[in-house]
């Protein structure tokens, strides 16, 4: 049919003409409950202001579509960025919660040292956010780590530790390395307090030594005021993070219609979060863990155990992780993990990890690293159980700039075995 034409002169024809369009629109639209994500973000402009410093910068990352695995699936599948944030990952959100819980609690005070073990984005963020607060940053690093992620925390001011991977029950797992460095502080703190004389002035130190004969440590800083271990792993507000922060965002963003979530677990803090805010919301959205190999997370939520009868002999290795995805995985229930909500999970395998990022470069433009690779891996997997027609979030953990060295490096992966030959989406059954 051929477009109606108004036909009036001067302004107010021209007003007329408006009039009429506003009021066809007003009568005729409805809002479409079925409509897609994206004229829930297109349909009208906010006007943007400036953020308040870094910190404000941090959350309210956009959701993206994953073009390639949408079209390949018939779902909509959908991938926070958080690798926009300005830490580089979804862990800037949780280093925020640490430290403001912390300085709320009167554990952590200017000048104070938050101390870490992580095997990179954790640290990373730590190191970006604690500036801000005016505290330093100590991290503990598994040595197996890709080198850059330690490079980039030198980079930020923080004094970093590299030590061999040892299993969490050891002494010197990095994770209780940290914890002891974070004690340290306390103690060197406390020493240099009681060393200060009547007039307030704080004793000579000379070589290293203070005037009473006390060692000084050359980890913290000679204005240290103590230390606080931020013990991702446990410490809730990792999830308190995402369950107010990730999860509603999420469903602002999807208009609360989605039916699907899923993502890797590491620390657990993303996947609880999300999980039991989306479920609080509306109890008929999915949420689903993808596992990489060597954690025992698949068996603790598909079998309500997490070691297999072998294992719980004692035949299990002290590093049993035969993986080059980092970040996620894990053999033991955290505090967090334990917050979460799962329907269900799904094992991944470096080798669909891999292809995945691949893939996503050649086809989305997407440079994602290794666990935001898997868990794009994990989207596929829960829209080929759900079938076409469902909508699936996923996390975009960070990009693939910290992962150069070892999951984007072709001759780590060729004496791996990896070595991405895919053409597709074959390596998930799909053609």
């Given at each position: 049919m051929?477009?109606?034409?108004?036909?009036?002169t001067?302004?107010?024809?021209?007003a007329?003409?408006?009039?009429?369009?506003?009021?066809t629109?007003?009568?005729?639209?409805?809002?479409?409950?079925?409509?897609?994500?994206?004229?829930?973000?297109?349909?009208?402009?906010?006007?943007?202001?400036?953020?308040?410093?870094?910190?404000?910068a941090?959350?309210?990352?956009?959701?993206i579509?994953?073009?390639?695995?949408s079209?390949?699936?018939?779902?909509e599948?959908?991938?926070?960025?958080?690798?926009?944030?300005?830490?580089?990952?979804?862990?800037?959100?949780?280093?925020?919660?640490?430290?403001?819980?912390a300085?709320?609690?009167?554990?952590?005070?200017?000048a104070?040292?938050?101390?870490?073990?992580s095997?990179?984005?954790?640290?990373?963020?730590?190191?970006?956010?604690?500036?801000?607060?005016?505290?330093?940053?100590?991290?503990?690093i598994?040595?197996d780590?890709?080198?850059?992620?330690?490079?980039?925390?030198?980079?930020?001011?923080?004094?970093?530790?590299r030590?061999?991977?040892?299993?969490?029950?050891?002494?010197?797992?990095?994770?209780?390395?940290?914890?002891?460095?974070?004690?340290?502080?306390?103690?060197?703190?406390?020493?240099?307090?009681?060393?200060?004389?009547?007039?307030?002035?704080?004793?000579?130190?000379?070589?290293?030594?203070?005037?009473?004969?006390?060692?000084?440590?050359?980890?913290?800083?000679s204005?240290?005021?103590?230390?606080?271990?931020?013990?991702?792993?446990?410490?809730?507000?990792?999830?308190?993070?995402?369950?107010?922060?990730t999860?509603?965002?999420?469903?602002e963003?999807?208009?609360?219609?989605?039916?699907?979530?899923?993502?890797a677990?590491g620390?657990?803090?993303?996947?609880?979060?999300?999980?039991?805010?989306?479920?609080?919301?509306?109890?008929?959205?999915?949420?689903?863990?993808?596992?990489?190999?060597?954690?025992?997370?698949?068996?603790?939520?598909?079998?309500?155990?997490?070691?297999?009868?072998?294992?719980?002999?004692?035949?299990?290795?002290?590093?049993?992780?035969?993986?080059?995805?980092?970040?996620?995985?894990?053999?033991?229930?955290?505090?967090?993990?334990?917050?979460?909500?799962?329907?269900?999970?799904?094992?991944?395998?470096?080798?669909?990890?891999v292809?995945m990022?691949?893939?996503?470069?050649?086809?989305?433009?997407?440079?994602?690293?290794?666990?935001?690779?898997?868990?794009?891996?994990?989207?596929v997997?829960?829209?080929?159980?759900?079938?076409?027609?469902?909508?699936i979030?996923?996390?975009?953990?960070?990009?693939?700039?910290?992962?150069?060295?070892?999951?984007?490096?072709?001759h780590?992966?060729s004496?791996?075995?990896?070595?991405?030959?895919?053409?597709?989406?074959?390596f998930?059954?799909?053609?």
């Amino acid at each position: 049919m051929a477009p109606v034409t108004v036909r009036a002169t001067g302004a107010i024809g021209a007003a007329a003409g408006i009039a009429i369009a506003v009021v066809t629109y007003c009568a005729l639209y409805k809002p479409n409950k079925n409509r897609n994500f994206r004229s829930i973000f297109f349909n009208k402009k906010k006007k943007l202001k400036p953020r308040k410093g870094l910190v404000d910068a941090i959350g309210n990352t956009p959701l993206i579509r994953i073009n390639s695995l949408s079209e390949a699936t018939g779902c909509e599948i959908l991938g926070k960025c958080e690798f926009l944030n300005p830490g580089g990952s979804v862990k800037d959100r949780v280093a925020v919660k640490i430290i403001e819980e912390a300085i709320e609690s009167g554990k952590l005070t200017r000048a104070g040292v938050v101390t870490e073990g992580s095997a990179g984005s954790t640290a990373i963020s730590l190191a970006t956010v604690a500036p801000t607060y005016g505290c330093k940053c100590l991290v503990v690093i598994p040595d197996d780590a890709a080198v850059e992620k330690s490079q980039i925390l030198e980079a930020l001011g923080a004094t970093v530790e590299r030590v061999r991977p040892v299993s969490i029950t050891h002494r010197d797992h990095f994770v209780n390395v940290a914890r002891r460095r974070a004690l340290e502080a306390n103690e060197l703190a406390s020493k240099r307090r009681r060393a200060v004389d009547k007039d307030g002035k704080e004793l000579e130190h000379i070589n290293g030594y203070g005037s009473d004969g006390a060692i000084q440590s050359s980890k913290f800083p000679s204005d240290c005021t103590g230390g606080f271990f931020a013990d991702q792993f446990e410490n809730l507000a990792n999830f308190r993070a995402h369950y107010e922060g990730t999860g509603p965002e999420i469903w602002e963003q999807t208009g609360g219609e989605l039916d699907a979530f899923v993502a890797a677990a590491g620390t657990g803090g993303t996947v609880a979060g999300v999980s039991r805010f989306l479920q609080e919301n509306n109890p008929n959205i999915k949420c689903f863990l993808i596992d990489p190999p060597g954690s025992s997370l698949f068996n603790k939520v598909t079998r309500g155990v997490m070691y297999t009868k072998e294992e719980a002999e004692g035949r299990r290795l002290k590093n049993p992780f035969d993986t080059i995805t980092e970040g996620i995985g894990i053999n033991r229930l955290t505090q967090n993990f334990m917050m979460a909500k799962l329907d269900g999970a799904f094992r991944g395998t470096d080798r669909e990890a891999v292809e995945m990022s691949r893939f996503l470069v050649k086809n989305d433009g997407l440079f994602l690293g290794s666990s935001s690779a898997m868990n794009c891996v994990g989207a596929v997997r829960v829209a080929q159980s759900l079938g076409p027609g469902h909508t699936i979030v996923t996390i975009l953990c960070d990009s693939g700039m910290r992962h150069l060295s070892k999951f984007y490096d072709v001759h780590y992966l060729s004496q791996q075995g990896l070595t991405p030959a895919a053409a597709g989406l074959e390596f998930l059954g799909i053609k």
